[in-house]
Nanobody
Framework: QVQLVESGGGLVQAGGSLRLSCAASGRTLSSYAMGWFRQAPGKEREFLASINWSGGRGYYADSVKGRFTVSRDIDKNTGYLQMNSLRPEDTAVYYC?????????????????WGQGTQVTVSS
């Protein structure tokens, strides 16, 4: 079982940037994929991006393509979500997750391990 811990959330003004981190422990992610989701109050959890851990290729939902970038540091067993040009509608709790599938249209059912979430608030 993989344990995931997110960090890096906070309050930022519209147009600003944040980088979220997701540190994995328990096992390496070499045979996994990492996904990023967010959930705003009253809304379903929304898929944002995924990354193939071994190859490093990222896949993005249309809602964040061009603004968000996923990456990973294999040595640190940590994934990252760089978020630029943030908008008030990006305000949500952000989650990372580990699974075995990559793509640009994934659901929560594709991931078996989840972090606790980190709050991102974008002010106008």
């Amino acid at each position: 079982q993989v344990q995931l811990v997110e960090s890096g959330g906070g309050l930022v003004q519209a147009g600003g940037s944040l980088r979220l981190s997701c540190a994995a422990s328990g096992r390496t992610l070499s045979s996994y994929a990492m996904g990023w989701f967010r959930q705003a109050p009253g809304k379903e959890r929304e898929f944002l991006a995924s990354i193939n851990w071994s190859g490093g290729r990222g896949y993005y939902a249309d809602s964040v393509k061009g603004r968000f970038t996923v990456s990973r540091d294999i040595d640190k067993n940590t994934g990252y979500l760089q978020m630029n040009s943030l908008r008030p509608e990006d305000t949500a709790v952000y989650y990372c997750a580990a699974g075995s599938v990559v793509g640009r249209k994934l659901g929560t059912e594709h991931f078996g391990s989840w972090g606790q979430g980190t709050q991102v608030t974008v002010s106008s």
